[in-house]
């Protein structure tokens, strides 16, 4: 008894540093170090460009005189009336402005820095519901952020852990085909997949989308995670075009006309059996394709009546389902014999890439970045000169006219 006690009491003693480090450890911060670091996300070097102090109340009553009198706002005026925002209710106002911008004359001249500047004062301001609207509907707002601003909407999304939200912005550079930054590429594949691992209940629109996102994306990356994503993203737009056809399919989305989704899937598995050493897929994945082959099969047994709604491509395409089936499973074999399954989610496939290579894409993208705001600060200043000598030639005019 004594014996025990003393165990119990060693014991004890043994686990609280342990318990205090888990109290000290902030586990968030942890998983937070996956996405961008604070020196990519900070704003001091957007914040020391040369201020252009202005009153928004005088700019927007500039901006109602103007337009009232049939005249175009220029975009110097838009740039510092973005600028000058300083609260919620301010970037709230805004939006009736910048659809103003959109449609007038000039409204191709709503400058880049300014698209930049419209995000950034949503994320300051918490706005980010603002800043997703008017991305969503940037046809009517002008809004077509670059990829580092597109960076930063997506880490903010996902430090707060709404991974539906930061997937609604991978909708956006996906429908943008703006892809080509390897850091863009980390961050959407990472909203993925774990908006994925939440398991949430899509409909035939939002397997399009994802697995549009995941297929362009995953063509970027030649390794596990890339090819992972391509044949989940093949599988979830095969679904859709055999249930709805392949009009469903590239209608407004950057993707091809020609059929065959899931034969495509399937030769994501076959070049993995055959060609490539270092890659395996994702057990979970080919978990997700066989369980999108089953439902398929289910959704022909019972809409066999109705294939005279498709299109005879479309029906051609649905009696290769069970070819594709077998052909699935045989490959799958094939995969299991040669060790080129990976037990883990594509999830933990995407973080092990992120913890791999975020941060060296990091450095590239901040040089690039300050280039950038360099350029844009020059091209701004030429433009301010420009306004100015345009004010002095009309004021010399207006004099010379005054004194004849």
């Not at 900070?42 to 020391?48: G, I, P």
């Not at 994945?285 to 999108?292: N, T």
């Not at 590239?364 to 360099?374: F, H, I, M």
């Amino acid at each position: 008894m004594v014996q025990s006690k003393m165990a119990a009491s060693i014991l004890q003693r043994c686990l609280r540093p342990v318990q205090t480090f888990s109290k000290c450890v902030d586990y968030r911060s942890i998983a937070r170090r996956c996405l961008l670091s604070s020196a990519y996300t900070d704003t001091a070097l957007w914040e020391q460009r040369q201020k252009d102090p202005q009153d928004l109340g005088q700019l927007a009553s500039l901006m109602d005189r103007t337009y009232e009198r049939k005249f175009p706002v220029s975009s110097l005026v838009i740039g510092r009336f973005i600028d000058s925002l300083s609260s919620r209710e301010e970037v709230d106002q805004a939006e009736y402005y910048l659809y103003k911008f959109r449609h007038s004359p000039n409204c191709w001249y709503l400058r880049d820095w300014s698209v930049h500047s419209w995000f950034r004062q949503c994320l300051k301001y918490g706005a980010r519901d603002k800043a997703l609207y008017t991305l969503k509907n940037k046809v009517q707002f002008g809004m077509f952020p670059d990829d580092f601003t597109f960076n930063l909407l997506i880490d903010s999304f996902m430090k707060d852990n709404d991974f539906k939200g930061a997937c609604s912005v991978v909708e956006e550079v996906m429908l943008q085909e703006s892809f080509e930054r390897i850091s863009t590429q980390i961050l959407s594949l990472s909203a993925l997949s774990k908006h994925l691992a939440t398991k949430p209940e899509l409909g035939w629109q939002e397997e399009r989308i994802m697995g549009a996102s995941l297929m362009l994306v995953g063509l970027k990356q030649e390794n596990s995670v890339g090819f992972s994503a391509r044949l989940l993203g093949y599988a979830l737009i095969g679904k859709v075009e055999l249930s709805r056809g392949i009009h469903a399919v590239f209608h407004q989305m950057p993707l091809i006309w020609t059929s065959g989704y899931l034969g495509r899937a399937l030769a994501v598995m076959d070049a993995v059996c055959s060609d490539l050493r270092d890659v395996k897929l994702s057990e979970e994945v080919l978990d997700h394709v066989e369980k999108i082959l089953q439902e398929l099969s289910e959704i022909s047994d019972r809409q066999s009546d109705t294939d005279t709604l498709l299109d005879e491509e479309d029906q051609l395409e649905r009696l290769k389902l069970p070819e594709y089936i077998n052909r699935f499973k045989e490959l799958k074999e094939r995969l299991l014999a040669q060790d080129k399954v990976d037990p883990r989610s594509l999830e933990s496939l995407v973080s092990a890439l992120t913890r791999q290579t975020l941060a060296v894409c990091e450095d590239a993208d901040l040089s690039e970045y300050r280039r950038t705001v360099r350029d844009w600060e020059a091209e701004r200043q030429q433009l301010i000169r420009r306004e100015r000598e345009t004010k002095e030639k009309n004021l010399k005019e207006r004099l010379k006219k005054q004194a004849q």
